[in-house]
């Protein structure tokens, strides 16, 4: 009902009504966000697990700013434990 405040001549009606949008709207792109970053985390856990790793490192995600290349530089430079066992 949050548009219909929009049609009203009061203004605090309408400055209400774009707040109430603007909630849902910010709202909207917090839980996207979380989901991407949920994903990403199972996507990460998956391949750490594939590499031998513990997949509880991909929580290193969640490291702001430097996390996601914590995680890289990990799978790219490290030693795989996965391949030790193979030779």
């Given at each position: 009902m949050?548009?219909?405040a929009l049609?009203?001549?009061n203004p605090d009606a309408a400055a209400a009504?774009?707040?109430?949008?603007?909630?849902?709207v910010w709202a909207?792109?917090?839980?996207?966000v979380l989901a991407i970053m949920v994903f990403q985390i199972?996507?990460?856990?998956?391949?750490?697990?594939?590499a031998g790793y513990s997949g509880?490192?991909?929580l290193l995600i969640l490291i702001p700013a430097f996390g996601p290349l914590i995680v890289l530089c990990?799978?790219?430079f490290g030693n795989w434990p996965i391949l030790k066992d193979r030779s």
């Open positions: 949050a548009f219909l049609l009203d001549p009504g774009i707040m109430a949008l603007g909630c849902f909207f792109i917090a839980l996207f199972w996507l990460f856990w998956r391949i750490f697990s594939k509880a490192m991909s990990i799978l790219a």
